[in-house]
Structures are given as C-alpha cells and as structure tokens.
C-alpha cells in the first residue's frame, strides 16, 4: 500500500445542503452519504465560489475565483493554460481518473444570448487559442464505437465523458446507450413518456430503466475503474460526478415514486419575504400573469402543489444517487484500498426549490443556491464531526494538495481545510461568493453581475449598477425573509460590509505568474 492516500471525490449537480439526512432532511433518506459523514467531517457553512455550474466546478478544479481563471459563466471555457490541482497530482505519480459531469467546457452547441459581432474586425481582448475546446459538444459523440477522448485534460488521464442532465444525458454515455439499447431512440422519444399525473414543468416519467439511466452509467464505470486498481500501489484520485438531481424532474423506475407529493412542505411562501428585490417581484409578476420560463435553466416560480412534485422527484433522483455512492464505495473496499483512501462528498451548487416559491437558480444569491454540501471522511486521520467554519469550493485544490503533500501553485485563492478538521480556528473572517450571468434575465436590462460578502452573520450582496442591494441578519434571520438594506439600524452594519467587500475584491487580482525581471 502507497503511502500518499488515495481520493474518490464525489459530487452532485444543483443539490443544497440541507436535502441530505446528515444535514438535517427529514424525509430524503441517504443513508450511504450519512456514513461518509458519520465517519468524517461534515462542513455545515460551506458555500461555492459561484452558484452555476461551469464557473463553479472551474474554481474547484484550479482554486480560483471565476474572475480569474477566465470561465465567468456557462458558455465559457476554461483555457487549456489553466493549471489545476489535478495536474499537480499527476506531476507527483498520481493516476487521474474523471468520470461522469466534467463540464469545463461547453456541452451544447453554441447559441448567441446577448449581441452578434456583426461588423467586428476584433471581437475580443485575447487572441483567438485555437486549442479544442469541443471535446464535451455532441458532435464528438455522433459515431459508433467510443469517441476517443484526448487527454490529459485538465490533469485528467482517463476521461468517461457524461454531459447533459436527465435522461438524455451525452458524451461516452450515449455512445454506450446506442450499444447496449437497441431502441435507444425509442427510450429518448417524448412521445414515449410513461403516464403520471404530475403537472410540474420539466417532470418527465422517463422509460429509460433504472439500469441503463446516466447515474447507473456513472456507478458501474467508476466501480470498473476502481476494480482496475486492485493490486497497484501508484495513487490515484478519481472524480465521481453525477448530473442529478439538477433538473429535468426524471428520476427512473422505482425512483419516480419512492417519495409522495405529500411527504413535503413549502415553509417558504414568496409572502414570507417582507420586502423581495426587484429580480423576486419579476419573478412574482411574472408567475401570477402565466408568463413562461425564459429558458429551461432559468429560474422561475410555481405554485406550492408543483413544488412539492417537484421535491418529491429531486429526492427520487438524490436517493438513486445516494444508492450509487453506496456502490462505489463498496467497490472501494473490493479493492483493497478503502483503508488508504479520502472519500469527498460535494455539489456544484444548489437550487431554491421552493424558497419564496421558486425554484431552479439564478442572480440571487441566497443560502439555497449557495450553500453545498461538503463531507471530507479520511480513514487514516481522526477529525471532528462537523465544522462550522466559512469555507468555500475554492479550498477543496489546497486541501486535497496539502493531504497529498504536495504544494500548491501560485496564484490559488482557496486555503487548506486540513487544520478545520482537526477543530482548527475559523478559515477566515468573509468570504466572496460571485455571479455573473451570460444573458439578460430577472428583469435586468444587462447581464447581472453580483457579488455576495458572506460572514458568519450576514450576506451583503451588491448589484452591479442598481441602487438597490440585500443585507441579511442570519442571527436573528436565518431563513434571509427581511432584507434591511435600506433600515437605518443596520446602517453601520451596510457601510463596514461594503468596505469589507471592496478590500476583497481590490485583493482579487490575479497574482500569477510573478514577474521576474527587474523593470
């Protein structure tokens, strides 16, 4: 057995932390994640770097705010200049194995959302890199046989590519579907939707079975990967991603209703709010007048009756999920290296499902989108139970290089957690959490920019170019219902939060590379 410690990283899509039972869910049951944390440190104030899913798993991946690394939002790339912890580990002898959701680079093809370059002899401040930034595009994937991925990717040496959400999920899964369903494009045909009489938008009964759905995929494959290690002492890090339970509402066969509508609350009525922001009454109006979703991953509201379907269907797909990382980890242990091995639970953001009526994600930031799950069991170490410390997906690259004993590059905006799990003192005082929109929705008039200072107490969070802003006491406002930006108590409150944040975002330049000559 190696001496360096092995890591299975698990990680979900749209998936908040309160919807496991180790965080408090009284009806999701998850019981293989419940073991992780039992047998680890759940951290219970952990929140991503941004609540979208390319600029966010970009930060996990290299340490750095979306701002820095280049994949501000979905429909960017992030450069293949990029460093990333996962080539550090592959430096150092490790093998690197990604399996499931990547999505670094774009899985659809290209739409424009805001302008057209029309008449533009320059389009952007960068010259053009003409490295391939298509491996995720269905095209790769149209063929028989396997796409053969180039790698390394992003530091990655094995890629089995998984892109899309739901039951129509592509890259080397829809290779593998066309291979092993010989009515494979009857399984994808809508018009072949088994019967329910759920009304939610985006809830598909799908006839894909159980066995042949992407998270089954995502299972066997890195449960073969792990079988493949047995007997060889070189470590490895293997990334486990599964695209559920981020909509479409589609989980399969005994999972469609393992939970009932009536199993679920909506404790967070819109009227809860005692002064929604502007993007909240867009929202609102938009609902009450029978207005449409502007795209399929834009967020919108819906009635409590739709709501608690579509709760009852996300918890089928994190049970299914759940059932799957009971699996791998089992396969773990077949393997001979459980004892030696950090296993990781994480999500790439969360979703409001529910909260004010609302339901997906989008410019406003609140604890729902924000706040992930984040589990680190390590068999080798004795660490607290849980943490409440203010940590963020940028502090996963340096904690997984600090267990690994390996340094971290310059330029890495995370910090090592490793002293948090031994009961450490706080990470930091604050924390930014960014967003920033590729196209125009919510009732901006340009694509919002936004960013959140978070504390153990408060989030303030400033618009870019609007006069109004939020301010949330979680000490005495929990659940973010009173937004007292404009309450003259908490005016001091608003000014000492607001130079914090500008010394954040003065500090956020890019520190690497250094120069190295004199001038």
Request: some cysteine; aromatic content about 10%; proline content about 8%.
């Given at each position: 057995?190696?001496?360096?410690?092995?890591?299975?990283?698990?990680?979900?899509?749209?998936?908040?932390?309160?919807?496991l039972?180790?965080?408090?869910?009284?009806?999701?049951?998850?019981?293989?994640?419940?073991?992780?944390?039992?047998?680890?440190?759940?951290?219970?104030n952990?929140?991503?770097?941004?609540?979208?899913?390319?600029p966010?798993?970009?930060?996990?991946?290299?340490?750095?705010?979306?701002?820095?690394?280049?994949?501000?939002?979905?429909?960017?790339?992030?450069?293949?200049?990029?460093?990333?912890?996962?080539?550090?580990?592959?430096?150092?002898?490790?093998?690197?194995?990604?399996?499931?959701?990547?999505?670094?680079?774009?899985?659809?093809?290209?739409?424009?959302?805001?302008?057209?370059?029309?008449?533009i002899?320059?389009?952007?401040?960068?010259?053009?890199?003409?490295?391939?930034y298509?491996?995720?595009?269905?095209?790769r994937?149209?063929?028989?046989?396997?796409?053969?991925?180039?790698?390394?990717?992003y530091?990655?040496?094995?890629?089995?590519m998984?892109t899309?959400?739901?039951?129509?999920?592509?890259?080397?899964?829809?290779?593998?579907?066309?291979?092993?369903?010989?009515?494979?494009?009857?399984?994808?045909?809508?018009?072949?939707?088994?019967?329910?009489?759920?009304?939610?938008?985006q809830?598909?009964?799908?006839?894909?079975?159980?066995?042949?759905?992407?998270?089954?995929?995502?299972?066997d494959?890195?449960?073969?990967?792990?079988?493949?290690?047995?007997?060889?002492?070189?470590?490895?890090?293997l990334?486990?991603?599964?695209?559920?339970?981020?909509?479409?509402?589609?989980?399969?066969?005994?999972?469609?209703?393992?939970?009932s509508?009536?199993?679920?609350?909506?404790?967070?009525?819109?009227?809860?709010?005692?002064?929604?922001?502007?993007?909240?009454?867009?929202?609102?109006?938009?609902?009450?007048?029978?207005?449409?979703?502007?795209?399929?991953?834009?967020?919108?509201?819906?009635?409590?009756?739709q709501?608690?379907?579509?709760?009852?269907?996300?918890?089928?797909?994190?049970?299914?999920?759940?059932?799957?990382?009971?699996?791998?980890?089992?396969?773990?242990?077949?393997?001979?290296?459980?004892?030696?091995?950090?296993?990781?639970?994480?999500?790439?953001?969360?979703?409001?499902?529910?909260?004010?009526?609302?339901?997906?994600?989008?410019?406003?930031?609140?604890?729902?989108?924000?706040?992930?799950?984040?589990?680190?069991?390590?068999?080798?170490?004795?660490?607290?139970?849980?943490?409440?410390?203010?940590?963020?997906?940028?502090?996963?690259?340096?904690?997984?290089?600090?267990r690994?004993?390996?340094?971290?590059?310059?330029?890495?905006?995370?910090?090592?957690?490793?002293?948090?799990?031994?009961?450490?003192?706080?990470?930091?005082?604050?924390?930014?959490?960014?967003?920033n929109?590729?196209?125009?929705?919510?009732?901006?008039?340009?694509?919002?920019?936004?960013?959140?200072l978070?504390?153990q107490?408060?989030?303030?969070?400033?618009?870019?170019?609007?006069?109004?802003?939020?301010?949330y006491?979680?000490?005495n406002d929990?659940r973010?219902?009173?937004?007292?930006?404009?309450?003259?108590?908490?005016?001091?409150?608003?000014?000492?939060?607001?130079?914090?944040?500008n010394?954040?975002?003065?500090?956020?330049?890019d520190?690497?590379p250094?120069?190295?000559?004199?001038?």
């Open positions: 057995m190696s001496g360096r410690p092995n890591f299975v990283f698990f990680i979900t899509d749209q998936h908040r932390a309160d919807w039972g180790c965080y408090g869910h009284n009806v999701v049951r998850t019981p293989h994640i419940d073991a992780l944390a039992q047998n680890g440190t759940r951290f219970d952990f929140h991503v770097a941004s609540p979208v899913c390319m966010n798993r970009a930060s996990l991946i290299t340490g750095r705010y979306p701002s820095v690394h280049g994949l501000r939002y979905n429909g960017c790339t992030l450069p293949h200049s990029a460093n990333t912890f996962v080539d550090v580990l592959a430096a150092a002898g490790y093998h690197t194995a990604a399996i499931g959701k990547s999505h670094l680079q774009p899985f659809l093809d290209p739409k424009p959302v805001c302008h057209s370059a029309e008449g002899l320059i389009e952007e401040a960068w010259k053009r890199d003409d490295n391939d298509l491996q995720e595009q269905p095209g994937y149209l063929s028989d046989g396997r796409y053969e991925f180039a790698t390394p990717y530091g990655y040496q094995h890629v089995d998984v899309n959400h739901g039951d129509r999920c592509g890259g080397h899964y829809q290779q593998w579907l066309r291979q092993k369903a010989p009515d494979w494009q009857a399984l994808q045909d809508d018009g072949n939707e088994l019967p329910h009489n759920y009304s939610c938008p809830a598909f009964r799908t006839p894909v079975p159980e066995e042949l759905y992407p998270t089954a995929y995502i299972r494959r890195a449960s073969d990967y792990l079988e493949s290690r047995k007997g060889n002492d070189e470590p490895f890090f990334f486990v991603s599964f695209p559920d339970p981020h909509h479409p509402f589609n989980p399969p066969g005994r999972y469609w209703d393992m939970y509508p009536d199993e679920f609350d909506v404790p967070l009525p819109y009227e809860a709010h005692v002064n929604p922001p502007p993007p909240m009454r867009h929202l609102h109006q938009k609902w009450e007048h029978g207005g449409k979703q502007e795209t399929p991953q834009t967020a919108m509201m819906l009635g409590p009756d709501l608690r379907e579509a709760m009852a269907l996300t918890a089928g797909m994190i049970s299914m999920v759940d059932d799957a990382v009971g699996d791998v980890v089992e396969s773990l242990r077949a393997s001979g290296h459980y004892d030696n091995t950090v296993i990781c639970f994480n999500s790439d953001h969360g979703d409001y499902l529910g909260d004010f009526n609302m339901i997906l994600k989008g410019a406003l930031q609140f604890r729902s989108i924000t706040r992930v799950p984040f589990i680190w069991s390590d068999p080798m170490r004795q660490t607290v139970a849980d943490t409440n410390v203010l940590a963020s997906s940028l502090d996963i690259s340096a904690s997984v290089l600090e690994a004993g390996l340094p971290p590059y310059g330029g890495m905006q995370g910090r090592s957690l490793l002293p948090c799990l031994e009961g450490g003192a706080d990470l930091r005082e604050d924390l930014v959490v960014e967003y929109d590729g196209g125009i929705r919510l009732g901006f008039e340009a694509p919002a920019r936004v960013r959140s978070l504390t107490r408060y989030r303030f969070t400033l618009y870019r170019d609007q006069p109004w802003g939020e301010l006491d979680h000490e929990p973010e219902t009173h937004n007292r930006w404009d309450d003259p108590a908490y005016a001091s409150v608003k000014a000492e939060l607001s130079l914090r944040l010394h954040q975002l003065t500090a956020m330049m520190e690497s250094k120069g190295r000559h004199m001038a």
